[in-house]
């Protein structure tokens, strides 16, 4: 089945730094990748996703790059914020069937 | 506006008083999902239902039950809660066919005694 990496577990970063965490994947059928936010006490939140017939996606500081080739994906935060801290998942999808494979979440603390 | 709703948010059990979980959605999707997350984990597929079809993942535990009767509806049903239980269950949708992004729900921290 499927196996999503993600690195790294922790980072920490300045305010108005970038954060850039990563993750790779296992089957190269994979087609859909969504990155999820999730803050404390709170249910996981979409961010932003990437299906793989695109190579990179932004909306404002949030951007998304997938490279088939080497099956894997990075999400890049421009100019963080307090607000930004969180724990982020990046998660796959196969090509068959619903279910989403999730990395093992990166604990991102934006220090002001 | 549309979303994901669950209920409680927070539950308290004893061990081994069966316990419900409830979720509901006005996405009006075809898939609902149910997950378990333990504290700084990724969050673990325990079933889903497509329509009315059932998918179990081969490793939940029996213990753990689901009902949905409706599209709108679905609920975990603990039915021995065990310590070991304790964790942030979370409910997710999704509209299979036309796009694959799943919405999660608040999650219900479930405490068991």
């Known amino acids: 089945g499927e196996n999503v990496e993600q690195h790294p577990s922790t980072l920490s970063v300045q305010e108005g730094d970038s954060a850039v965490i990563k993750c790779t994947y296992s089957?190269?059928?994979?087609?859909?990748f969504p990155w999820y936010k999730q803050e404390l006490g709170k249910g996981p939140q979409l961010i932003i996703d990437i299906r793989s017939n695109v190579g990179e996606k932004k909306d404002q500081r949030i951007a998304v790059t997938l490279n088939k080739t080497a099956k894997h994906f990075s999400l890049h935060i421009t100019e963080t914020q307090p607000e930004d801290s969180a724990v982020y998942f990046c998660a796959a999808k196969g090509a068959a069937g619903n279910k989403l494979t999730f990395g093992g979440g990166t604990r991102v603390l934006v220090k002001p | 506006d549309a979303m994901v709703i669950q209920n409680p948010r927070y539950q308290v059990t004893q061990f081994g008083k069966p316990v419900t979980l409830s979720c509901s959605q006005t996405?009006?999707?075809?898939?609902m999902y149910w997950y378990q997350q333990k504290s700084s984990q990724a969050p673990k597929l325990l079933f889903h239902y497509y329509d009315k079809d059932f998918n179990n993942e081969a490793d939940t535990p029996d213990n753990f039950q689901s009902r949905r009767p409706n599209t709108s509806f679905c609920f975990l049903d603990i039915r021995s809660p065990g310590l070991g239980d304790a964790a942030m269950y979370l409910c997710?949708?999704?509209?299979?066919?036309?796009?694959?992004?799943?919405?999660f729900g608040p999650g219900t921290r479930l405490l068991v005694l």
């Open positions: 997710a949708t999704s509209r299979a066919g036309t796009g694959e992004t799943q919405y």
């Open positions: 996405l009006n999707h075809n898939v």
């Open positions: 089957d190269s059928a994979s087609n859909y």
